[in-house]
């Protein structure tokens, strides 16, 4: 069973600020086949990035994935008002067919 | 556009049963993968199940054996029955559509389960 750990579990940054975040797994992501998702309060997660480094349909720029194996990072440029969220990284394997890590909170400094 | 409705939860006793399901819209539902995933209150993600389009099926070992996902592909629907109820199933239930490599694209706004005698 992969197991995905992120850290840190809170980032405190300011708005303009550079956030880069990760997400470890215990075993080689197959096929780089890690996402990302931002949650906000009472909303559903929305993606963000997926296959490690693409970003899905409407995502700003400032937003990029990178990584392979077991090391992935998530990377927000300039970090705007609307971005201070929860952000949880997510794989998809074989058994358990998805995991996902245990997030990292983004806050206002 | 894309929409996943989710309905049917509620409050339940410990023990006790509760369908879920969750109407498609917007997309071709029959040759898309679906999943439904859980958040307990104040906690993070966790997967419960899949379905391919075709019926292959997973499940999260801390549902197996009690809950039961299924699809109808003529009404657009997607359905988790669970049983044997536990306190720790409380949580936001959300359907979400499977996307490109492995990822999920679309998510309903979730349907609330609270366990509790």
């Known amino acids: 069973e992969i197991v995905l750990t992120q850290s840190p579990g809170t980032l405190s940054l300011s708005p303009g600020e550079r956030a880069t975040l990760s997400c470890r797994a215990s075993?080689?992501?197959?096929?780089?086949?890690l996402a990302w998702y931002q949650q906000k309060p009472g909303q559903p997660p929305r993606l963000l990035i997926y296959g490690a480094s693409s970003r899905a349909t409407g995502i700003p720029d400032r937003f990029s994935g990178s990584g392979s194996g077991t090391d992935f990072t998530l990377t927000i440029s300039r970090l705007e008002p609307e971005d201070f969220a929860v952000y949880y990284c997510?794989?998809?394997?074989?058994?358990?067919?998805?995991?996902f890590g245990g997030g990292t909170k983004v806050e206002i400094k | 556009e894309v929409q996943l409705v989710e309905s049917g939860g509620g409050l339940v006793q410990p023990g006790g049963s509760l369908r879920l399901s969750c109407a498609a819209s917007?997309?071709?539902?029959?040759?898309?993968?679906m999943d439904w995933v859980r958040q307990a209150p104040g906690k993070g993600l966790e997967w419960v199940s899949y379905?391919?389009?075709?019926?292959?099926?997973y499940y999260a070992d801390s549902v197996k054996g009690r809950f039961t996902i299924s699809r109808d592909n003529v009404k657009y629907s997607l359905y988790l029955q669970m049983n044997s109820l536990r306190a720790e199933d409380t949580a936001v239930y959300y359907c979400a559509k499977m996307g490109s490599s492995g990822s999920l694209d679309y998510w309903g706004q979730g349907t609330l389960v609270t366990v509790s005698s």
């Open positions: 917007g997309f071709t539902f029959s040759t898309n993968s």
């Open positions: 997510q794989q998809y394997g074989s058994s358990p067919r998805l995991t």
């Open positions: 075993q080689s992501v197959s096929s780089n086949y």
């Open positions: 379905i391919s389009g075709s019926g292959t099926i």
